[in-house]
Antibody
Framework: QMQLQESGPGLVKPSQTLSLTCTVS??????????WSWIRQPPGKGLEWLGY???????YSNPSLKSRVTFSVDTSQNQFSLTLSSVTAADTAIYYC????????????WGRGTLVTVSS | DIQMTQSPSSLSASVGDRVTITCRAS??????LNWYQHKPGKAPRLLIY???RLQSGVPSRFSGSGSGTDFTLTISSLQPEDFATYYC?????????FGQGTTVEIK
């Protein structure tokens, strides 16, 4: 059974950069049928898909984030990462790392999520 | 972006009830609609993909139907472990978008 686990700081100051890592176990991040995605949920709000990375480094990000978001992958560690620059209070959310089924675009494995608060 | 609207936002039901949740897309998404269950503090769980296909391991009391713009998730006989929030998600056009959620509460 595949498992995903988010890690990273729970508190980030405004204007700084948010960085999270997801460790995948029970499966290979180099699987050709997987995209590795990030989804977030601000308090009291809905789910927002941020984008994905494929193991060879191909990425797609939600246009709503413009150029603030970057994805990376480390196949040797079976990990992928999210960085979000110039954060504001609006970026406060639970961040989930997720496996997205390539070509079908649904999410079948999720991490439990990590709360990131943007505050000074 | 495609807007997804769920109704109702919340509902109260009893164990054994039949529950139906509706999801409407702002444009046709053919059958590219997925449903998730989310309990507080836990990872969300995929229930249904491609509008009507049951994910492996999901009880058969869950079913999905619809195409185009209108979709439903039905729980045929609500069980205690089904009290949760349910989300729909369109996978027709990126960026993928979700409904706002429907919370199923104990009556």
């Amino acid at each position: 059974q595949m498992q995903l686990q988010e890690s990273g700081p729970g508190l980030v100051k405004p204007s700084q950069t948010l960085s999270l890592t997801c460790t995948v176990s029970g499966g290979s991040i180099s699987s050709d049928d997987s995209y590795w995605s990030w989804i977030r949920q601000p308090p009291g709000k809905g789910l927002e898909w941020l984008g994905y990375i494929y193991y060879i480094g191909t990425t797609y990000s939600n246009p709503s984030l413009k150029s603030r978001v970057t994805f990376s992958v480390d196949t040797s560690q079976n990990q992928f990462s999210l960085t979000l620059s110039s954060v504001t209070a609006a970026d406060t959310a639970i961040y989930y790392c997720v496996r997205e089924v390539r070509r079908s675009y649904y999410f079948d494995y999720w991490g439990r999520g990590t709360l990131v608060t943007v505050s000074s | 972006d495609i807007q997804m609207t769920q109704s109702p936002s919340s509902l109260s039901a009893s164990v054994g009830d039949r529950v139906t949740i509706t999801c409407r897309a702002s444009q046709s998404i053919t059958w590219n609609l997925n449903w998730y269950q989310h309990k507080p503090g836990k990872a969300p769980r995929l229930l249904i993909y491609a509008a009507a296909r049951l994910q492996s391991g999901v009880p058969s009391r869950f079913s999905g139907s619809g195409s185009g713009t209108d979709f439903t998730l039905t729980i045929s006989s609500l069980q205690p472990e089904d009290f949760a929030t349910y989300y729909c998600q369109q996978s027709y056009t990126s960026p993928w978008t979700f409904g706002q959620g429907t919370t199923v509460e104990i009556k």
